[in-house]
């Protein structure tokens, strides 16, 4: 388990607060194999230096697209 600070918006308040974080269960395990690496491959090799911010957006969501629905278990 890992601690990572995050953010709670009231209102104009940003609050920070701690809060635990799984990063080795069996979910984020399978996450990784069957998402996260072929994924990330994907926008890697088609991520050139000096894109505009709405392209790098655009080239994600069309590599996540494939994964959309994939069953973990």
Request: hydrophobic share 35%; charged share 35%; with cysteine.
């Amino acid at each position: 388990m890992a601690l990572k600070v995050k953010l709670r918006a009231s209102g104009k308040k940003l609050t920070p607060y701690v809060s635990e974080v799984k990063t080795s269960g069996r979910v984020q395990k399978a996450f990784a194999e069957k998402i996260g690496h072929p994924v990330g491959s994907c926008v890697a090799s088609k991520v050139k230096k000096g894109m505009k911010v709405t392209e790098i957006r655009d080239i994600v969501r069309k590599c996540a697209k494939d994964y959309r629905g994939t069953k973990l278990f």
